[in-house]
């Protein structure tokens, strides 16, 4: 399969990049890497050392050189971040050119408008799948996990938690972009409660889930997020008389209050611009400028630190006439096999995705991860990646903060 990653020189770009060409990976006959930073492409293409490795310099608001560059491919990974406005015209390029299509995600608005297509993708014979990723991504996967153990679902509640050892960092290093993280800590979510779409506050629903170490006692809150506007509509799941579908993030605790801070400033409106001394820009252009300049100038101040991350689903329903709660959770750590990857589980996640796309079929439509992929292939492969697959994690019970 000859895929194309636009965006490829990106931090979740150039992960999943490694990963389609590690020694374990499989179905991959070439991959073009498309940005408009060539000596970022040259720098990733001498990294993973790999003849299969194709660069394009493309500028996507060029049209026709994206149409031809895309028509040489047979699936495209859509790793341009979301709040960069192209969204959906590289999605309406891929299928006017004919071939599948992958993102990581569209923070649930783009999710949605992508998703209306699915007859027209269908009727062509292709396949998208949206937020391919770690969240969304693995998330929505162990989500179709907890699912297939209940017979009826009355809730299904999906948190994501980081934790960071070692000493503090005097550098604020963002956990993915920019966009993304002000968004999640400004913007209204939607959840799913009481079997309909309900907008939620910003930073609101907190709740405190006491974890097995090394996370111990972790506080979470509602973030803007895809999986609450697919998970509880998939077949499988909806038909077992889901009423609540839930999304909750944790960052670690000096890097939460940062952005909480951010925000705060006015950083939350980070689309719109402000004129200064007669020039126009917007908040997160000019903080994703300042802290990359920040990182550069203070790399050698940022300590050695390990973390740890857990993707955990939760459900509750009847299994066999009793009622039950179940857990299906996917851990990450710090480990030499994740060197040179920004975000492991995001990157090997997409990765993962594109190859069980060539293992088999394509099925054609829009879909959502827990959709298009069988449960045990897909943590099978992340198991070989060194992620931790278990069920049934002992939690405490929930304590709701009430905010």
Known sequence: MKVVILGGAGAMASGAAKDLMAAYSRNNTELTLADRSGQQLEALSSEIGDARVKLAALDISDRDAMMAQLRKADLCVNAVPTFAGHQMAIFEACYEARIHYVDFGGMGVMTVQQKAHHEKWRSAGLAAVLGLGADPGVSNVICKAVAERLDRIEAINLYWAARRFGPESPVLVPPYAITTVLAEYANTSRQFIDGRLRDMAPQSG???????????????????????????????????????????LHLPEREHEAWVGLVKAGFGDFDDPIVINGHSITPSSFLDALIRRNIERNRNRIPESTSSEIHLAIGHGEKDGRSVTVNCAVIGNTDPFYDGYHDAATSMGLSIGVQLMADAPIKPGVWGPEEYFAVGPFLHEL?????????????????TMGV
């Open 383 to 399: 198991e070989r990646r060194k992620f931790k697959v278990m069920t049934d994690i002992p939690i405490a019970p929930n304590a």
């Open 206 to 248: 907190r709740e405190i889930i006491l974890l097995p170490e090394p996370f111990g006692a972790t506080e979470f809150m509602f973030t803007q997020h895809s999986e609450p506007l697919t998970v509880p509509f998939a077949d499988g799941i909806r038909d077992k008389g889901i009423q609540e579908f839930t999304w909750k």
